[in-house]
Each structure stands twice: as structure tokens, then as C-alpha cells.
T-cell receptor
Framework: QVQLQYSGPGLVKPSETLSLTCTISGGSVNFNNYYWTWIRQPPGKGLEWIGYIYYSGSTTYSPSLKSRVTISIDTSKNQFSLRLSSVTAADTAVYYCASGSVDAFDIGGPGTMVIVSS | QSALTQPASVSGSPGQSITISCTGTTSDVGRYKYVSWYQQHPGKAPKLLIY???NRPSGVSNRFSGSKSGNTASLTISGLQAEDEADYYCSSYTTTSTLAFGGGTKLTVL
């Protein structure tokens, strides 16, 4: 079973870029037909889909975040990453990475909390 | 504002059945079979309960079932148990190749 482990800073300053990485174990980022997804959840609020990268490398992003988001794959490290630029306090959230199909996925671990604050 | 509409809260007594609705449009729920449901306990990551409207992943209790009619999908939990108290989210694939979530429903077991 695929397991996902997060890495990245838990505190980011406003206007800077949030960067998170999800390292895959028990599987490969090149798994056929796998989607690697990022989701977030602001404190006390619901889930928000950020976007995904297909195993082939193609990406799709949330329209509301598209101008600031980049999701990428590093096959040599068996990882996929999220970059969110020009962050504000509204980007404070628990960030989750997930694996599976485009519409249904297993979310890795407890997520990682990212606070945007100076 | 979430793309999919769910009731903010539902409640039921142990042993009863409850249904949570998820209303979208012809651009998402009404168009595709790709509707999923997630369960989230406080402080935990969401867990996939239902995919493709009515399919359960291995290990999910058969007390959880899903259905869809038109633009509305539904999650039914039968034989309600105290451990079912959680937040529930629906999601749907959309015509723009993105995914939309519902706002979430808090289930209280009385």
C-alpha cells in the first residue's frame, strides 16, 4: 500500500512561496494511471482541492489557485511537490497529499499544518 | 462558497439510518459517475468511504452506501454507531477536469 510522508516548513512569511514535498513509499510516482493530488483545509473549515499531477506529468489546478500553484514530480526521488506563491494568511491550512484516481484518493497521513505569518 | 451543497449538520440515534445529500449541477454530479464521499474525524485526515457514486473501498463497512439521482448524490449510513460521528464530505469530478468538494456535513450521533 502506498504511503506518503510530508516535508516542508510549517511557517511561511506573507508574500513568500510555500513549498511542500510528499515522498512516496510502497509505490512509484510512475504508477500507471495514478494521480498525485494536493488538498488543503483551513482551520475549522472544509476541504479545498488544490490540484493534481498525473503520472505522465500533466497537471490540473483549481481555477481559484491556478495563477499561484505548481505541482511537480521528481521521479529520481519518488516525490511530488507543491509550490504556492505569494501566500497570505488565507493560505494557512492543513495541507494533505493524496494518491489514487482523479476523483477518489487515499490521503496520506495526518497532513501538515502550514501557517502564514510574519 | 463550495461548489457542491451539503447540509451543515445531520443527527440520528444509534441504530437509525441517516442520509446526507450532496447537490451539484449538470456540470459535475449530474454528468459523471465520479462522485466520492469522505469521512473525517476530528484531528484526522479524511478517509475515502465511497467512490464512483456507490462503490466501497476494501475495508469500509457495508453500513455505508451511496447513490445518485440527477444532480444530487446521497450517502446513507445505516445502523448508526457512535463511531460514525464525524464530518462527511462529498466530491465530484467536473467538466473542467477539476474536482469540487461539498462544504461538509457534521454528523451527530445522539
Amino acid at each position: 500500500q502506498v504511503q506518503l510522508q510530508y516535508s516542508g516548513p510549517g511557517l511561511v512569511k506573507p508574500s513568500e512561496t510555500l513549498s511542500l514535498t510528499c515522498t512516496i513509499s510502497g509505490g512509484s510516482v510512475n504508477f500507471n494511471n495514478y494521480y498525485w493530488t494536493w488538498i488543503r483545509q483551513p482551520p475549522g473549515k472544509g476541504l479545498e482541492w488544490i490540484g493534481y499531477i498525473y503520472y505522465s506529468g500533466s497537471t490540473t489546478y483549481s481555477p481559484s489557485l491556478k495563477s499561484r500553484v505548481t505541482i511537480s514530480i521528481d521521479t529520481s526521488k519518488n516525490q511530488f511537490s507543491l509550490r504556492l506563491s505569494s501566500v497570505t494568511a488565507a493560505d494557512t491550512a492543513v495541507y494533505y497529499c493524496a494518491s489514487g484516481s482523479v476523483d477518489a484518493f487515499d490521503i496520506g497521513g495526518p497532513g501538515t499544518m502550514v501557517i502564514v505569518s510574519s | 462558497q463550495s461548489a457542491l451543497t451539503q447540509p451543515a449538520s445531520v443527527s440520528g440515534s444509534p441504530g437509525q439510518s441517516i442520509t446526507i445529500s450532496c447537490t451539484g449541477t449538470t456540470s459535475d454530479v449530474g454528468r459523471y459517475k465520479y462522485v466520492s464521499w469522505y469521512q473525517q474525524h476530528p484531528g484526522k485526515a479524511p478517509k475515502l468511504l465511497i467512490y464512483e457514486v456507490s462503490n466501497r473501498p476494501s475495508g469500509v463497512s457495508n453500513r455505508f452506501s451511496g447513490s445518485k439521482s440527477g444532480n444530487t448524490a446521497s450517502l446513507t449510513i445505516s445502523g448508526l454507531q457512535a463511531e460514525d460521528e464525524a464530518d462527511y464530505y462529498c466530491s465530484s469530478y467536473t467538466t473542467t477536469s477539476t474536482l469540487a468538494f461539498g462544504g461538509g456535513t457534521k454528523l451527530t450521533v445522539l
